[in-house]
């Protein structure tokens, strides 16, 4: 066992250094990142299908009625995904405004130079923490209230109810 791990940890001393000085083609990191996705959609729809067969329920119909059940929920959904929204907006104008009065850019991928994040006891992070705490308390207060909202929850319960008569309608798989 000791071999083994002693030979890893050689071979990642001599690996390190190829790998960290490796450049990187965007266009090519981009491809694969494009090529994951797709993949990563197509076995979701695969997925769903079988599901569907799975259950004796002909994947077109069954993928019509899910459509139809997105359609109902975006709507309610969107309540919650606005008031998260507005948390995360009031937290970069926040940010914003901590780089602005540390005199500092906003840490980010661009940032190379004059960058806040770079002094962990900086002005900028203590000035940061207590609106990401705040925003971390506005995110839980829209889930609370999404969850805790009657209305919502029924009208989402009868989107699900809707999506279930849909497909006990559908034809058997083939």
């Known amino acids: 066992m000791r071999r083994i791990v002693m030979a890893l940890v050689v071979g990642g001393v001599f690996l390190a250094p190829a790998v960290a000085g490796a450049v990187v083609d965007p ?5 694969a990142k494009n090529d994951y ?3 990563k959609s197509d076995c979701r ?5 079988d599901k569907f067969r799975c259950r004796n329920v002909q994947p077109a119909c069954g993928n019509a009625c899910l459509a139809g059940r997105e359609r109902c929920l975006d ?8 008031c998260t929204d507005g948390c995360n907006a009031t937290l970069r104008q926040g940010k914003q405004a901590c780089a602005d009065g540390c005199g500092c850019n906003v840490p980010g991928p661009n940032c190379t130079t004059n960058c806040c994040a770079n002094d962990p006891s900086s002005c900028y992070n203590t000035c940061v923490d207590p609106k990401q705490v705040d925003a971390f308390v506005c995110r839980d207060n829209c889930r609370e209230s999404f969850h805790s909202n009657a209305t919502l929850q029924q009208n989402i319960r009868n ?3 809707a999506f279930h008569t849909c497909v006990q309608a559908c034809p058997p798989a083939q």
């Open 75 to 82: 709507p309610y959904l969107q309540v919650l995904t606005d």
């Open 159 to 161: 989107c699900r109810a």
């Open 45 to 49: 729809d695969t997925f769903r299908d």
């Open 37 to 39: 996705v797709q993949c």
């Open 27 to 31: 266009a090519c990191f981009l491809q």
